[in-house]
């Protein structure tokens, strides 16, 4: 394609969720109320694993991780997003976009990963509850949560080998809030249709496999409790039925996103909010809401607080 009489692009051009400024409002007071609601009951919960020697377990240690990942995938688009709410020209540099991207990827990819290491550590607890305190040591569990996080590194470090070459030349409007490779390269001047599959199997094969691996898992821990005749079967599987909740939230979006043809759909934006912002919070929450013993921890740590706070 000829880009000689084009300029190249240095910034590309939010047009966020909605052009309506009473509707910006109504959003961004919407989302900043959900946001710092729940962004800190995610800190809670992980001062509460720290903080309690009775959580001192690996699946509490996954638990804290999890918050954490899921803290830090929402920075990286609803402080951008909630500020651009009152910008007149919402904009975003190709460097910032490309940096978005990556972090976008990265966390996600290991929150991904870390999702896993969470079944593996349930499978050990299930089907070998003798050796579990012996398998699972604080050493092996760092290993899949550094695993984890390496896995989403090299998954979004991939992406964005692609992308940062791309020639992009005009147009340089994102149909959403955030910079995503499902739209960013539809904006290169050049045929994109090979990237696209590599992009596909990279992203949406690998979430659909994973998801379908994390489904095959859970149930035949299920099932192995419903057969069985183990002490605590009854909580164990109300562990495994909240993760199979978790992977439901995380995975539904995340395929729907790219499990598909990188095309404009009218649920796109609706999506990407509830994929970016809401169900990573909410993650952790819905774990918490479903465990007494981290309930019971986090009341502990307020009372100490106000107690401490009152003398």
Not at 8 to 36: A, D, H, K, M, N
Not at 45 to 62: A, H, K, N
Not at 199 to 209: P, T
């Amino acid at each position: 394609m000829e880009t000689e009489n084009k300029t190249e692009v240095t910034e590309f051009v939010l047009l966020g969720l909605s052009q309506t400024r009473e509707v910006q409002l109504v959003l961004f007071f919407l989302f900043l109320l959900f946001y710092v609601t729940v962004l800190p009951v995610n800190i809670l919960i992980i001062l509460t694993v720290r903080g309690d020697p009775q959580l001192d377990s690996p699946m509490y240690f996954f638990l804290a991780n999890l918050a954490f990942l899921d803290i830090c995938y929402c920075s990286i688009t609803p402080p951008k997003m909630l500020a651009d709410f009152f910008s007149q020209q919402k904009t975003i540099s190709s460097r910032s976009c490309i940096a978005q991207l990556f972090f976008l990827h990265f966390l996600g990819g290991a929150e991904i990963f870390l999702l896993i290491a969470m079944a593996f550590d349930r499978y050990v607890a299930i089907c070998k509850p003798l050796h579990y305190a012996t398998l699972m040591r604080k050493m092996l569990c760092w290993v899949l949560v550094g695993t984890a996080w390496a896995g989403g590194f090299t998954h979004s470090i991939i992406q964005v080998a692609f992308v940062v070459h791309l020639p992009f030349c005009g147009p340089n409007e994102l149909d959403n809030f955030f910079c995503d490779v499902t739209q960013v390269i539809k904006l290169a001047c050049t045929n994109t249709y090979i990237l696209e599959f590599i992009m596909f199997v990279n992203s949406g094969l690998v979430i659909l496999i994973c998801f379908i691996l994390l489904l095959i898992s859970y149930g035949v821990l299920l099932i192995r409790l419903k057969t069985g005749v183990s002490r605590g079967k009854s909580k164990a599987a109300s562990t495994c039925t909240t993760h199979i909740i978790i992977v439901f939230v995380m995975f539904g979006p995340a395929i729907y996103i790219y499990c598909r043809p990188f095309c404009s759909l009218p649920l796109d934006k609706v999506v990407a909010v509830f994929h970016t912002m809401v169900f990573p919070l909410m993650n952790p929450m819905i774990y918490t809401l479903r465990n007494r013993e981290i309930l019971s921890a986090m009341k502990r740590l307020l009372l100490q607080y106000f107690l401490g706070r009152g003398k």
